[in-house]
């Protein structure tokens, strides 16, 4: 079986989706599969083209014996809705040029959604190249972009609303990172076969990955007696993130309690700027770091805390970067409702929940972990077996290449 990946996002980017669909193309060719890769230059989240990389229309590598083949991509600090589309755009004409004149023939295309346009190459190319089209979304776009204000023109989301859905009715299996996205899509087209296929974890990874926590805590000037409250990911609009500063003002009488939060993105100078506007001193930002580098600031790390605004647009959202705080028994602190909180708060017992953007409630519950060693250690157990249980990413790829298979 020859399958061809498109994604934006691929490591050396750091990520979530980058992790997931190494791992899962790493994991197919260990099927027996035939993987292809084909993605932009690395630039994420930096918006900032890796050195090597720059000013090159094409590159070809290999990684862990993947074919990966690269395009050209416009990178850009502006945060305007016009930079962001060139971003998108320029990816999906390169990499459609790239896929037709540099790879051969597919039985399937699989395609990382968002962004929603890139499905235009996905589906061109798989006509080109006798293939089927597997759509997979990991966030509804573009329902999320209009509800979280990103994008008003009503022209634009009319556009893409009819992009989404001619991609749906053209795809051979679509996949969802949520329940929620599963539901939705398959509410409105009945007819069409959608099939969840949720983040995990890879625990042998972490397991074998984890060192002595004390480690990265004295290279940091922490102390041993400090407990660390831990954001690692996109520094973006829909993380809410002001709640965590807020929270931090609200505890400066306890200055063992401090918030790391690790990562880039559009939002990071405006929340530098709002620390020292509060004057806190228990917050410490951490740009984005490798992946292995991001197991021993979590192993130092004494709980995680996972924010996103209050919309109604995320009750279906299950933020991934739950799976690798868990899978390193850290209790979570989940300021997102919904299915998230319903699997990992009411069913796994994961850790605890707070109201979104509430950040007085946030810091009642940052004390009660902080006072309550038995329940905190309790939390993070019950968190490992849960996502052992449930979502071990190495079932969860062995379940959607049967499904592949099941659909040929």
Not at 84 to 90: A, D, E, H, T
Not at 137 to 162: F, H, I, Q, R, Y
Not at 232 to 238: E, F, N, P, R, S
Request: charged share 25%; with cysteine.
């Amino acid at each position: 079986m020859k399958i061809l990946l498109l994604t934006q996002y691929f490591p050396p980017e750091t990520g979530a989706p980058q992790n997931r669909l190494f791992e899962m193309a790493v994991r197919f060719q260990q099927k027996g599969a035939e993987i292809s890769v084909l993605t932009a230059m690395p630039n994420y989240p930096q918006m900032q083209v890796y050195e090597g990389y720059k000013r090159k229309i094409y590159v070809y590598e290999e990684m862990n014996d993947l074919k990966v083949y690269r395009s050209w991509i416009y990178a850009s600090k502006n945060k305007s809705v016009v930079s962001r589309l060139l971003n998108y755009f320029s990816f999906v004409k390169s990499s459609f040029w790239i896929g037709w004149f540099k790879l051969g023939k597919f039985d399937y295309v699989i395609c990382e959604s968002p962004p929603l346009f890139l499905g235009i190459s996905a589906y061109l190319l798989s006509k080109l190249k006798g293939a089927r089209l597997i759509f997979n979304v990991s966030d509804l776009w573009p329902e999320s972009a209009e509800k979280l204000g990103l994008v008003k023109n009503k022209l634009m989301l009319n556009s893409a609303t009819k992009l989404e859905e001619f991609l749906y009715r053209k795809s051979h299996l679509i996949s969802g990172q949520t329940q929620g996205i599963v539901k939705n899509i398959a509410t409105r087209f009945p007819t069409k076969k959608v099939y969840w296929l949720p983040n995990g974890a890879d625990l042998n990874y972490y397991k074998e990955n984890t060192n002595d926590v004390n480690t990265w805590r004295e290279e940091n000037s922490f102390l041993n007696d400090d407990f660390i409250l831990l954001y690692a990911g996109v520094i973006g609009y829909a993380q809410g993130l002001e709640v965590i500063l807020k929270a931090a003002d609200r505890l400066k009488e306890h200055p063992e309690i401090k918030f790391v939060l690790v990562g880039s993105g559009p939002e990071k100078e405006y929340l530098e700027n709002l620390k020292k506007t509060l004057n806190v001193t228990n917050v410490i930002f951490i740009d984005t770091v490798a992946k292995k580098e991001m197991v021993r600031i979590i192993a130092a790390a004494n709980a995680a805390v996972i924010p996103l605004k209050k919309l109604e647009l995320f009750k279906g959202a299950i933020p991934s970067k739950i799976f690798e705080n868990l899978a390193m028994k850290k209790p979570i602190l989940l300021g997102v409702e919904g299915e998230a909180k319903e699997l990992f708060i009411d069913e796994g017992k994961c850790g605890l929940s707070y109201t979104p953007e509430d950040e007085a409630d946030l810091a009642n519950k940052v004390l009660q972990l902080y006072t309550e060693k038995e329940q905190t250690y309790k939390l993070g157990e019950n968190g490992y077996n849960y996502v052992k249980q449930k979502f071990n990413r190495s079932e969860i790829i062995d379940g959607f290449w049967n499904a592949i298979n099941y659909q040929s």
